[in-house]
């Protein structure tokens, strides 16, 4: 039904508007389509985007700081830390993994109406945003719960949101692409972000990996972006200069890559789904 009254939408604007307004209008609906459906029928709402990270950083911290003991003298507050790389890289998780087979999924649409094919997967990208945006209130009330009061680097926030927002957008898109030739993608990329989650420091402190481990920590976007969050609420400083550039040059260097991609294979779509 939301796909119909959408193809009748973007039926009425083909001949009105430009397709770059199009595709930012289809773009908007799209977002606001998946978030009522997201929490349609749900008794708690959005407030599962709170209580969620709530939740698994409770079971976490019981569990990694009780029974395998991890801490450090460097982490000011060990929950603080497992929720800030736990929202983090669940924003990545969901956006790929919903980006991946936005294109498949949208294969009625697409077969009947003339539109953007880059919509979808940046649009799942952006649903993943906004949901991680409301799961910071998780955040906030554990920064209050531990004393560990946010600060005016705050403000550098929305620099790290479009940071991550292009790096998570360039995965998408390639995913997608990939995924519309090669349906094993979808299977193999959960057995990567598995193998993503335990290689990156979410829930164990960096000190704990041998020399050579840490080294490779350096080709890991996901230990870029995760100690940036942590440097602006946990520690509560500014990134440096080359923090910035390095989560800016890999945001720009995976958007690049799969638009690149994207664009060069999306007129083939049509006949694979």
Known sequence: MADTVLQAETNELDAWYPDRTKALYILSQLVTRDFKLKYRRSALGVA???????LMMAVMAAVFST???FSSDNIPSYPLYII?????????SDATSQGMG???GAASLLKKVKVSRWVFPVEKVLFAVVNFVFSLVAVLVVMLFVRV????TVVVLPLFLIYITLFCSGLSLLLSALSVFFRDVMHLWGVVLTA?????????PEEILPAWMLRLELFNPMYHYVGYIRELLMYRRLPSLKMNLICLGIGLGAFALGWFVFR???RKFILFI
């Not at 599962?48 to 709530?54: C, F, K, Q, R």
């Not at 800030?84 to 990545?92: D, Y």
């Not at 009061?149 to 005016?152: A, E, G, L």
């Open 48 to 54: 599962w985007s709170v209580l969620n990270p709530l």
């Open 67 to 69: 029974l395998m003991r």
């Open 84 to 92: 800030l790389g736990n929202v983090t890289f669940a924003l990545m």
């Open 102 to 104: 936005s294109i498949i």
């Open 149 to 152: 009061y946010p600060t005016w």
């Open 196 to 204: 993503w989650t335990y290689a990156t420091p979410l829930f164990y």
């Open 264 to 266: 060069r294979h999306e």
